[in-house]
């Protein structure tokens, strides 16, 4: 039978092949460490690993769902989403296009209340905000709002 889990993880392993081909063609670092393309690499094979637990492993007991369209729209909404947020980021900004992305997904992921959803949106832009702009000094699109 086809469950949610099922088509999760062959979309992962599906997804991490493709990451692992496109990181083969970053160029190397003669000498100076593993290369560019180590990093992407080791994160696919870590994938094809959980996705492959998500095909095979069942804990005992728990009732496995088949596959329905509900699923199924959620996830091509996440998929929309990330899409547009990486195509809005360098016009919008970091911020403003994180918190936009994350009050999407939340919304397409519990039916919480809008106060919840934007609310948890903010904090989580605010805290990646800060941790790749302060901690690790990484500057990030500004685009024309902020």
Known sequence: MLTSNRVIGIILILFSAAVWVLASSFPDQ????????????????LLVILAAGLIFVNPEGEKQ?????????TFL??????????LLIPQIGFFVTTVAAAFVMVTLLSGSSIVFRGVTAVALSLVTYSVFRFLFNVPLPDGLLF
Not at 30 to 45: D, E, H, I
Not at 65 to 73: I, V
């Open 30 to 45: 003669a000498g100076a460490g593993p290369g560019s393309a180590f990093f992407p690499q080791a994160l696919s094979v």
């Open 77 to 86: 909404g996440f998929i929309l989403t990330l899409i547009v947020y990486i």
């Open 65 to 73: 769902d088949p596959f329905n369209k509900t699923q199924l729209l």
